[in-house]
């Protein structure tokens, strides 16, 4: 009974040293990792949209475009922060370990490093079983989703984000990785940078079969400023949920099977 209550003992002051850890998170999907790990009580801080889920627009921002508010930061005295290499500002991120912050870098650069990654963060956070749940489910769903497309007659996409510019992707944009789950190639592959400004005449030019728009802005909206060029191109156009699939967080798995599944309806219209 004696190693009972002393084991007893330790996980009571275990938990309690975990409830006190105070988390700040530096991008949005980082956000949304600590939500999806049950953690949120411990969240007392965030970057600029960080808007998912609704609640965490509530808290304190600490950090945008323009790089983190070190004395904003500083005064919550986190015990973790969450930072982003891809997003967050190189020297600010030497800057918070040089101060002798605790902080874990996330920088997927595939589908299945998200997986990876939350499980490496929940490591730290006593959630390896939450997260091995999650995890699995999520890398189940994107094998469901290869496994249903992987003999699909690919269709010719121009995904673009924005219009004025006309902003796209190129061959190692990250949004491609969802666009070669649905079996679609992108037009503009053979660009040498990943996000390229190109023109209307451009997208003409290489006529794909199915217009794409991650974007928030209304269909209408998306449909008007391609039907001053329908005697060019006539490509029907799709709306895709940009702020899932261009988020590094578990959300992006069923913004990916809805994607392709307006995609795959389109082709079935092209086929038939």
Not at 37 to 59: K, R, T
Not at 242 to 260: K, Q, T, Y
């Amino acid at each position: 009974m004696k190693y009972t209550w002393i084991g007893l003992a330790l996980l009571v002051v275990s938990n309690q040293v975990l409830a006190k850890t105070r988390i700040v998170t530096l991008a949005p999907h980082l956000t949304e990792w600590i939500y999806s790990l049950e953690l949120e009580s411990q969240l007392v801080a965030v970057s600029a949209f960080s808007d998912y889920p609704a609640a965490a627009s509530a808290l304190p921002v600490v950090a945008d475009y323009q790089g983190v508010d070190f004395t904003a930061l500083m005064a919550l005295e986190p015990d973790l922060i969450l930072a982003w290499g891809g997003g967050n500002k190189p020297q600010d991120i030497a800057r918070l370990k040089s101060l002798g912050f605790d902080v874990f870098v996330s920088q997927p650069k595939t589908l299945d490093d998200i997986a990876t990654e939350l499980s490496a963060l929940a490591a730290k956070l006593d959630k390896a079983e939450l997260a091995r749940q999650l995890t699995q489910q999520y890398r189940a769903q994107l094998q469901s989703i290869q496994s249903l497309y992987a003999h699909s007659q690919p269709v010719s996409v121009f995904y673009y984000m924005w219009q004025q510019p006309l902003m796209t992707i190129g061959a190692d944009a990250w949004a491609n990785q969802a666009l070669s789950l649905c079996r679609a190639e992108h037009i503009f592959n053979d660009s040498p940078i990943d996000y390229p400004q190109v023109t209307v005449r451009q997208v003409v030019a290489r006529q794909p079969e199915l217009l794409v728009a991650a974007s928030d802005q209304s269909e209408e909206a998306l449909t008007a400023f391609w039907q001053s060029h329908g005697a060019l191109i006539q490509a029907p156009l799709i709306r895709a949920n940009a702020n899932a699939l261009h988020r590094f967080s578990l959300r992006i798995v069923p913004a990916i099977g809805e994607l392709c599944e307006r995609i795959d309806s389109v082709r079935e219209k092209t086929i038939n």
